[in-house]
């Protein structure tokens, strides 16, 4: 197999160091892969491999694996002794499974499994304290374990999109400086009150789920600056909602939504206020106050009296839709 021109890159002595080939339609790995000690970088994204030799996973250097969008059907066991490994990107490749060993590989900065057919995680992630993002979404899990908890060194993000689970673990909370949860498409009917604990996050993402009601606990999140929300079964939100100081936008479209708490007042940064296809009959005056709202989009819902308030909002430059 020939590599493209320029794959194959080196350091000023000549080793070679990083082989980047993405979306280069390779079908096979290099025959004399082994012959690389030094590579500590391979980023054969978007191909058409269909396997991972075992020569890859016992390079004593590798330091960043990326693997995402080919068609790899098993992952070699020798890859969870793979020393230097601190980013692994697996996802995309359909794999229903990951061996066991896998979860040695305890110095992971990030890992990637999303859009795969896994169905379940070990307790054993519970181990990966140095992990700073994962990326589980699109895939069939059915719960997601408590030891997710032990994760504390996540700080970019956290994606569980797109699975199936119905709950996630009051060990979530302890993620106090996670800066992004995703768990959009799942079938969460409730968060536990320890949401409340995520005291760095600045974006979630909940929208498609099936939560009647969120804890009051979640005015907790005062780095929170987007909340996403929209097609939940949701028909009113916490007095602590007002908690949100530091909130930008707020989603709530296509919930069955009847009113607003007054404590909206709290949110003074808010920007964009999305209440589109919602069943709320009456806008609390507190709407008018928030000096930040740049957007207010109404369509689809229709409240029984346009209140007074609504010109002066849009005189001020917010854009109000109806």
């Known amino acids: 197999m020939t590599l493209p021109a320029g794959a194959l890159r080196r350091?000023?002595?000549?080793?070679?160091?990083?082989?980047?080939?993405?979306?280069?339609?390779?079908?096979?790995?290099?025959?004399?892969?082994?012959?690389?000690p030094g590579l500590r970088l391979i980023d054969l994204d978007g191909n058409r491999l269909v396997d991972?030799?075992?020569?890859?996973?016992?390079?004593?250097?590798?330091?960043?694996?990326?693997l995402y969008g080919n068609r790899i059907g098993a992952v070699p066991p020798e890859l969870g002794d793979a020393p230097a490994l601190r980013h692994l990107s697996l996802g995309g490749n359909g794999l229903s499974d990951v061996p066991d060993t896998l979860w040695r590989l305890t110095g992971l900065h990030s890992l990637n499994l999303a859009e795969n057919r896994l169905t379940g995680v070990p307790d054993g992630i519970g181990a990966f304290g140095r992990l700073r993002m994962l990326d589980l979404g699109h895939n069939r899990l059915d719960h997601i374990p408590a030891a997710i908890?032990?994760?504390?060194?996540?700080?970019?993000f956290?994606?569980?999109?797109?699975?199936?689970?119905?709950?996630?673990?009051?060990?979530?909370?302890?993620?106090?400086?996670?800066?992004?949860?995703?768990?959009?498409?799942?079938?969460?009917?409730?968060?536990?009150a320890a949401i409340g604990g995520l005291a760095s996050l600045r974006e979630l993402r909940l929208y498609?789920?099936?939560?009647?009601?969120?804890?009051?606990?979640?005015?907790?999140?005062?780095?929170?600056?987007?909340?996403?929300?929209?097609?939940?079964?949701?028909?009113?939100?916490?007095?602590g909602i007002g908690g949100l100081a530091e909130l930008r936008v707020l989603d709530l479209r296509n919930n069955p939504l009847?009113?607003?708490?007054?404590?909206?007042?709290?949110?003074?940064?808010?920007?964009?206020?999305?209440?589109?296809?919602?069943?709320?009959?009456?806008?609390?005056?507190?709407?008018?106050?928030?000096?930040?709202?740049?957007?207010?989009?109404?369509?689809?819902?229709?409240?029984?009296?346009?209140?007074?308030?609504?010109?002066?909002?849009?005189?001020?430059?917010?854009?109000v839709l109806f």
């Open 149 to 156: 908890g032990e994760l504390t060194g996540l700080t970019d």
């Open 208 to 239: 498609r789920n099936r939560l009647a009601a969120l804890p009051d606990s979640i005015g907790r999140l005062h780095a929170l600056r987007e909340l996403h929300l929209a097609d939940n079964r949701l028909t009113e939100l916490p007095a």
């Open 258 to 319: 009847r009113r607003l708490p007054e404590s909206v007042a709290g949110l003074t940064r808010l920007r964009h206020l999305d209440l589109r296809a919602t069943r709320i009959t009456e806008l609390p005056a507190a709407i008018a106050d928030l000096p930040a709202l740049e957007k207010l989009d109404l369509r689809w819902t229709k409240p029984e009296i346009l209140p007074d308030w609504l010109p002066a909002l849009r005189d001020r430059g917010c854009a």
């Open 11 to 36: 350091d000023a002595d000549g080793t070679p160091t990083a082989l980047r080939a993405p979306h280069a339609d390779l079908t096979r790995w290099p025959a004399d892969i082994a012959s690389y």
């Open 158 to 192: 956290l994606y569980l999109s797109d699975n199936g689970f119905t709950a996630v673990p009051e060990s979530l909370g302890r993620l106090d400086r996670l800066g992004y949860l995703n768990l959009t498409d799942n079938r969460l009917t409730e968060l536990p």
């Open 52 to 66: 991972l030799p075992s020569a890859v996973a016992a390079l004593p250097a590798l330091h960043t694996l990326l």
